[in-house]
């Protein structure tokens, strides 16, 4: 290799940047030890802008097209080299390319919950994330104020600043607003917006970037809160608790007949149950047939009737523990339906023990057998 042949190796001719990661913001040329040959090309390409630095110093700044670096084309460069008069010598100078597309699908959320006065829950904790998105708007402030030196610059250098500036704002934001924890998901759109501004402000004339994107994507209530909110919600799709309670009793009470094989507690549980059924039944009943007072002949007020006597209350021996009290009109239904047999051990009020429900004598006649008629007589 000649000499000419290796000092025209050693000159760069063609500048340019084929950007293949999509999260870079700006790369600094390779040049090293060389030099830019006078009259080399610069290359810009859509969503880019070149910078030009000379000894510490921003000299001139391309946009997208092809350049020829010449004098003409490097009027701050020339100045500070010298070029005063036309002079084509090599020169060495910094280029930096800085991407101007959007870098999207970048992330932000709350690390830790944010503090807010609720109308409805009082004092609560939410927390909240979504995506954004970032552009380069001025290369000369984003050159100065983040990339300094670097080489290569990503973009995931930057988000945990604009990370914390969004938390920040959004905090501000929602005491600002005032909005009902409640319809917190009606306003993601109007919220989202107020917060892109409300940052941009921030980080447009300071850091050279841009935010064309910010979408809240959910603000979420703490776990205990959201359980309370769904079974209040359960609450008010049931509607009526006593209706559904009958439901349940009732489900329960098959599903207990239907499984034999649950032995002694299976039987108890369904006499409990069937029991706790009759009496809320009973109760509805009586809500429902209560007569109002009537008015004394005459227009005078007559004297209230004396309470009637309390009814007994049985108690049931049932593998080995008491349930009830029952009434007995409740007794005599668990009775036809099977749930007391005679060998069931049964008390109330005045008995000594614990006595089968076929010895009480209150009780016997509903375990007695009626006789079966004969058959009737021939037709004549």
Known sequence: MGLFEKLRNELIDIVEWV??????????FPRYNNEIKHGAQLVVRPGQMAILVDRGQIADVFEPGMFTLNTANLPILSTLQGWKYGFE????????????????????GTPNPVMLRDADFGPIRIRAFGTYAIKAQDPKALLT????TDGVFEADEVTELLRSMIVSSFADLLGEAKIAALDLAANYGELGEALRKKVQERIDDEYGLELPQLFIVNIS???????????????GVIGDMGRFQQYQMGQAMLSAAENPAGG????????????????????????????????????????????????AAWHVAVNGQTQGPFSP???AQGIAAGQVSATT????????NW?????????????????TPPPPPPAS
């Open 19 to 28: 950007d293949d990661n999509r999260r870079t913001l700006v790369w600094r």
């Open 89 to 108: 010598s090599p020169f060495k100078a910094e280029v930096y390319f800085v991407s101007t597309r959007q870098i999207t699908d970048l992330k932000w």
């Open 145 to 148: 104020e983040l990339v300094g």
């Open 221 to 235: 209530l703490p776990e205990e809160v959201e359980k309370a909110m769904d079974t209040r919600t359960s609450m």
């Open 264 to 311: 002694g507690a299976s039987e108890g549980m369904g006499l409990g149950m069937g029991f706790a059924m009759a009496n809320q039944m009973m109760r509805s009943a009586g809500t429902a047939g209560q007569p109002g007072q009537a008015a004394a002949p005459g227009g005078m007020g007559g004297a209230a009737p004396p309470p009637p006597p309390l009814p």
């Open 329 to 331: 009109d409740q007794l």
């Open 345 to 352: 051990s049964v008390w109330c009020a005045g008995m000594q």
């Open 355 to 371: 006595t089968p429900a076929a010895q009480v004598p209150q009780l016997a006649p509903m375990f007695q057998t009626q006789a």
